[in-house]
C-alpha cells in the first residue's frame, strides 16, 4: 500500500501539468501550479533519500526524479500547449480565413484540440476593442479574454497581462 501511495504522489502531479497545460489557462497560472509541484516533488525526493523506511525504495526515487524533470519541461517550455498549437494550426489558419473572408463561424466550437469559447474579427460589430487581429478566444472574461491571436510578436495591440509566442502568426495571451 505504501509503493501504491508514493507511485500516486510521484505520477499524479506530472500528468495534471501536462492536462492543464492543454487546458489553455494563464501561463502564470501553470507557472505557480508548476513551482509549488516541483517544491513538492522535491519533498517527496528528500524524504525517499533520508527516511530510514523509504530509502529501499531506489526505483521510486528514480521515478520521482523522472516525475520532476517533466515537471520543469513543462512549466518552462510548455511543450504540450506548444505539441496541442503544432497538431492544430492548419484548423486556426483555415478559422482565420474563414473570418478574414467574412464568415463567423458560431462559438464554442473545437478548433483543433482547443475549445473556442468567441472569435473576434476585423471589422466586425461584436470587436469590442476595435482591433484589426483575429482571435480565438479560450477563455471569456469581463475582465480580459485568453486564447490565441493572429499577430506577430511585436507590437500586440491588446492589454496584455501574459504572453506567450507559438510562432510568428500566433501568439497566446491573457488580457489584462
Known amino acids: 500500500m ?43 525526493m528528500v524524504a525517499l533519500s533520508f527516511i530510514s523506511a523509504l530509502r529501499p525504495l531506489k526505483r521510486m526515487r528514480r521515478q520521482a526524479t523522472v516525475a520532476l524533470l517533466l515537471v520543469l519541461s513543462v512549466t518552462v517550455f510548455n511543450w504540450p500547449l506548444r505539441v496541442g498549437y503544432a497538431f492544430s494550426k492548419p484548423a486556426f489558419e483555415l478559422v482565420a480565413e474563414q473570418v478574414k473572408a467574412g464568415y463567423i463561424p458560431e462559438t464554442p466550437r473545437r478548433v483543433g484540440w482547443f475549445l473556442i469559447e468567441d472569435i473576434d474579427a476585423p471589422n466586425y460589430v461584436t470587436n469590442i476593442i476595435g482591433h484589426d487581429v483575429v482571435c480565438l478566444w479560450t477563455h471569456v472574461h469581463p475582465y480580459g479574454n485568453t486564447g490565441f491571436v493572429q499577430h506577430g510578436p511585436e507590437n500586440l495591440p491588446f492589454n496584455i497581462w501574459t504572453h506567450f509566442q507559438l510562432d510568428n502568426t500566433w501568439q497566446f495571451i491573457a488580457e489584462d
Do not use: E, H, Y
Open 2 to 44: 505504501k509503493r501504491f501511495f508514493l507511485w500516486v504522489a510521484i505520477a499524479v502531479p506530472p500528468t495534471l501539468m501536462v492536462v492543464l497545460s492543454l487546458a489553455p489557462f494563464d501561463i502564470l497560472v501553470l507557472w505557480l501550479f508548476g513551482i509549488v509541484v516541483l517544491l513538492f516533488l522535491a519533498l517527496l
